[in-house]
């Protein structure tokens, strides 16, 4: 008998589910534990794997259907058991068109989009299939990503860990699509009325929301970064081989940021009704930019983490959420949120804080800048430095302005006073 394809319940509070993409077609071989098709529900994106191995037989659901937890969407049948049947039925023939309208549509046509390039037999030689994918969705050239596999063989977590850094100033960013590269959709026409994603109804959902039930004020400090920049690039080789992940910046404003809840704890705190809850944990979001929206996975108990685990807890995070691997609870719980709109180039920006927590750090990019610096006798001279511009965007019903700029102020000399080992 066939195996059933359905609906997974993504959480308890979930009870439905958009199926987004297919990524089998009916007839196509599948292994079990291979991702089949691509949901979107609430809470996450997802990618969900096949229940068995075989042939998909039959899909049930097509794309852009939302259904409920649990329905059959498709099936999968034995090594020839079944020869797969067509999605739906076959739409009658249309009628022929008249030499007047193939004209016109020939006119408004889009140009057909230019195929990826095959990938280089070097290239092939050193990457998996997955790996080669995961560097065409994201517009990246393997020629520019170290391999640490056998015989310099690039891995999953290497593609990955090149992403989750390239917005660092020593890795090149890359369009993530070129004239030579097809972009994963096809691009709208201008004119064209596309319906939103799912993803994208509820950011617009939830930043309404917020604008609503925060009284919003921002703050921003300069932060002479030099100390952490050369830190890193005097650890971040040595780090990666000892620990098999790659020391980026983001675990260094984490830590600066705990360091300073935990002297400032109404920064985690929350209004309930007419009272403020403390949280007795600092439960971090991280904001992660996709290339299909935006979503903010937590790093929960932060504050009993190390710098390692720190480093660790973040990569995870940003690997799952890229490659649509979170569940519902790793993106719920957050009482604090950092996001990071330097990655892109923006000198720094005014976030809105993510419900329900009453404050959100945003972190701006890194440059070199000439700056104003007192030696130990009190002496002014100028120098090159490497600076970013930090954000506190806060909830003025709960933080008062002296307490954002105390908070923002011990966050400043945190990192430029750093003192902690990297490991």
């Given amino acids: 008998m066939p195996t059933d394809i359905v609906m997974p319940q993504m959480g308890e509070s979930i009870v439905e589910?958009?199926?987004?993409?297919?990524?089998?077609?009916?007839?196509?071989?599948?292994?079990?534990?291979?991702?089949?098709?691509?949901?979107?529900?609430?809470?996450v994106d997802a990618e969900i794997p096949a229940p068995a191995s075989g042939v998909l037989q039959e899909i049930k659901v097509t794309e852009g259907t939302t259904v409920g937890v649990n329905t059959v969407v498709g099936t999968i049948a034995a090594d020839g058991e079944a020869v797969a049947k067509p999605a739906a039925a076959p739409a009658k023939a249309a009628p022929e068109k008249s030499i007047a309208e193939k004209r016109e549509e020939k006119k408004t046509a889009a140009p057909p989009a230019a195929p990826a390039p095959a990938a280089p037999a070097e290239e092939e030689a050193r990457s998996s299939p997955l790996v080669r994918k995961i560097a065409r969705d994201h517009g990246i050239s393997l020629s520019l990503v170290p391999g640490t596999g056998l015989g310099g063989r690039i891995t999953k977590q290497d593609i990955l860990s090149f992403i989750e850094n390239r917005g660092a100033?020593?890795?090149?960013?890359?369009?993530?699509?070129t004239a030579a590269q097809a972009p994963a959709a096809p691009a709208p026409i201008p004119g064209d009325l596309v319906p939103m994603t799912q993803m994208r109804k509820l950011i617009a959902r939830h930043m309404i929301e917020s604008r609503r039930t925060s009284a919003h004020v921002h703050c921003m400090y300069e932060v002479d970064f030099t100390r952490i920049v050369n830190l890193r690039a005097k650890h971040k080789a040595g780090f990666e081989q000892r620990h098999g992940v790659r020391l980026t910046f983001m675990p260094?404003?984490?830590r600066a940021a705990i360091i300073a809840i935990q002297q400032w704890p109404i920064v985690n705190a929350v209004i309930e009704g007419e009272n403020i809850r403390y949280h007795p944990n600092i439960n971090l979001g991280i904001a992660v930019a996709l290339d299909w929206g935006l979503i903010v996975p937590v790093l929960k108990n932060a504050g009993d983490l190390n710098f390692l685990g720190l480093q660790r807890g973040?990569?995870?995070l940003g690997e799952r959420a890229r490659t649509k691997k979170l569940k519902p609870e790793d993106v719920e719980g957050s009482t604090f949120t950092i996001t990071n709109p330097g990655q892109f180039g923006a000198v720094f920006g005014l976030p809105i804080i993510n419900q329900p927590n009453s404050a959100i750090m945003g972190v701006g990019g890194i440059t070199r800048q000439p700056l104003v610096v007192t030696d130990?006798?009190?002496?002014?001279?100028?120098a090159i430095r490497s600076v970013v511009h930090l954000t506190l965007g806060y909830d003025h019903r709960l933080?008062?302005?002296?307490?954002?700029?105390?908070?923002m102020a011990q966050v400043k000399k945190n990192l430029e006073t750093w003192s902690e080992e990297v490991g």
């Fill in 17 to 43: 589910g958009t199926i987004t993409k297919w990524l089998k077609k009916p007839g196509d071989k599948v292994q079990r534990d291979e991702p089949l098709f691509e949901i979107s529900t609430d809470k």
């Fill in 169 to 177: 100033a020593d890795a090149p960013i890359r369009p993530a699509a």
């Fill in 252 to 254: 260094f404003f984490v």
């Fill in 314 to 316: 973040i990569t995870d």
């Fill in 376 to 382: 130990a006798d009190g002496s002014d001279s100028i």
């Fill in 399 to 407: 933080i008062d302005g002296a307490v954002a700029d105390q908070f």
